[in-house]
């Protein structure tokens, strides 16, 4: 059974740094482009950021472009996401997803983080 | 970037009647297009991908269809179950976007 677990959330300041956290089982994770989407409060899903298999390709919404970065560890089956210069506007829980051909097959549960003084 | 135009955002529906939902693109998206549905506790599944394909386990009252920019959703007879979020997502391009939702309620 595919499994996507994410963690990591909590509530952050405006202007720290939190790193999220997707750990995959039930599949071989080192064949899959993974995926961060989020959905603020209320709100629609937005892509956030995505990685290829090999971390050769990865791609950016413009509204994180230079705040947060991407990354796995095939070894440890494990999505990453290190979150920067945080802002009220990251309020979101955050879903990570799996991809092969067409995307976000799976989802996660999804983790919430809170951005607020 | 490609917008996503969905349609209606709101959808009051009786059990067993049929409903449709539709996305259009701000340009052609080569049936790049997947739609998800959302049940209020969070979990997201994917109903249909590249358009018109049903998810493995997702029964068939599920249908999707279109070509160009535009895109839609059926569900032939409405079971309590179905009424949740509706989300369309284009793929053909990056940044992915996704459509800003349909709440499928009850009547």
């Known amino acids: 059974e595919v499994q996507l677990v994410e963690s990591g959330g909590g509530l952050v300041q405006p202007g720290r740094s939190l790193k999220l956290s997707c750990l995959a089982s039930g599949f071989t994770f080192s064949n899959y482009g993974m995926n961060w989407i989020r959905q603020a409060p209320g709100k629609g899903l937005e892509w956030v950021a995505s990685?290829?298999?090999?971390?050769?390709?990865?791609y950016y919404a413009d509204t994180v472009k230079g705040r947060f970065t991407i990354s796995r560890d095939n070894a440890k089956n494990t999505l990453y996401l290190q979150m920067t210069s945080l802002r009220s506007e990251d309020t979101a829980l955050y879903y990570c997803?799996?991809?092969?051909?067409?995307?976000?097959?799976?989802w996660g549960q999804g983790v919430m983080v809170t951005v607020s003084s | 970037d490609i917008q996503l135009t969905q349609s209606p955002s709101t959808l009051p529906a009786s059990l067993g009647e049929r409903v449709t939902i539709s996305c259009r693109a701000s340009q052609s998206i080569s049936n790049s297009l997947n739609w998800y549905q959302q049940k209020p506790d969070g979990t997201v599944k994917r109903l249909i991908y590249s358009t018109s394909t049903l998810e493995s386990g997702v029964p068939s009252r599920f249908s999707g269809s279109g070509s160009g920019t535009d895109y839609s959703l059926s569900i032939s007879s409405l079971e309590s179950e179905d009424f949740a979020m509706y989300y369309c997502?284009?793929?053909?391009?990056?940044?992915?976007?996704f459509g800003s939702g349909t709440k499928l309620e009850i009547k």
């Open positions: 997502l284009q793929y053909a391009t990056y940044p992915h976007t």
């Open positions: 990685i290829s298999s090999s971390s050769s390709y990865i």
């Open positions: 997803a799996r991809r092969k051909t067409s995307p976000f097959d799976y």
